[in-house]
């Protein structure tokens, strides 16, 4: 059976030898698909987002109360269409990977830049929450590899855009969250290496843009068992973040839900199944992820 969509979202079945298409649109109708599909490339709830506030406001006094520590928590943005990456954003990090092939795998770091390398891509099936952690995979290969934590402060989208000037960029954000760009070293390509599941974990919460405030300087740590790893803020980007959304959407136009991670800074560093990693954003908090 040979399927098409065709002119407004139609579902055809194409008869190459009789030059012609089945319109056959109402067998979504009968399995209920057919008004919502297709789904749209964003997510739906930061998509509403100040409808969603507003709703919120109203129920706050009587929404049933439940204790944090007992409820298992999932990324905050559950579909977004694209997670896009900053992959040299720190100027320590593009100087410890220079230092260390077990980083740089081959890779030339002299004059490396996000102008010149650009943004990479990771699956949207990496995606989880602090509560389900990351189990860790290794190919079936000869090449030696090893799996990194890397801490980054975390940009949701709020409205789509395209081509966004660096003015108007932070009007684009929909909030803020922790993440961890979970990272697989060696010599393959990036979006390979970063899409493993798992290996894109956000949370533990998204901190609205009003109440987090200007992302220009912000405190971050990243411990591994109770051992500082990573430290470092904002106010060290290369590219902060006004420029990071600048330059994405120049390339691709950006929808509600989708992620920007903004870039680690060094302190990267092998973890292995039985640690705890604990991320800290100032103002977003914290969030524990175990190692499988």
């Known amino acids: 059976m040979k399927l098409c969509r065709f002119n407004n979202n139609r579902l055809g079945v194409v008869d190459l030898e009789a030059g012609v298409v089945a319109d056959v649109t109402s067998a979504m109708e009968r399995v209920r698909i057919g008004k919502s599909y297709p789904l749209p490339r964003h997510d739906a709830l930061i998509a509403s987002l100040p409808a969603v506030r507003s709703a919120i406001r109203t129920l706050m006094k009587s929404a049933r109360r439940l204790q944090l520590s007992k409820v298992k928590l999932l990324p905050p943005v559950a579909n977004p269409g694209k997670i896009v990456g900053a992959p040299i954003n720190y100027l320590d990090h593009v100087a410890e990977t220079a230092a260390d092939q077990s980083v740089a795998h081959g890779r030339d770091m002299a004059g490396a830049t996000i102008a010149r390398w650009g943004m990479f891509l990771k699956a949207t099936s990496a995606l989880v929450g602090p509560a389900e952690g990351v189990t860790l995979r290794t190919p079936h290969t000869d090449i030696e590899n090893r799996n990194d934590h890397e801490l980054e402060l975390v940009a949701v989208i709020g409205k789509r855009g395209t081509r966004i000037g660096r003015h108007e960029a932070l009007s684009y954000v929909a909030g803020y969250s922790i993440g961890l760009d979970m990272t697989l070293r060696g010599p393959q390509f990036p979006d390979f290496r970063k ?13 609205t843009a009003d109440e987090f405030g200007d992302p220009a300087n912000v405190g971050m740590h990243l411990t591994v068992n109770g051992e500082l790893r990573q430290k470092t803020s904002t106010a060290s980007m290369v590219f902060d973040l006004t420029r990071l959304i600048e330059f994405t959407s120049a390339y691709y136009t ?39």
């Open 195 to 207: 899409s493993i599941d798992t290996y894109a974990v956000l949370g533990p919460w998204m901190v």
């Open 254 to 292: 950006l929808e509600p839900g989708d992620l920007i991670y903004t870039g680690t800074p060094a302190g990267v560093g092998p973890v292995k199944p039985g640690d705890m990693i604990e991320a800290h954003v100032e103002r977003i908090g914290a969030m524990q992820v175990a190692v499988r």
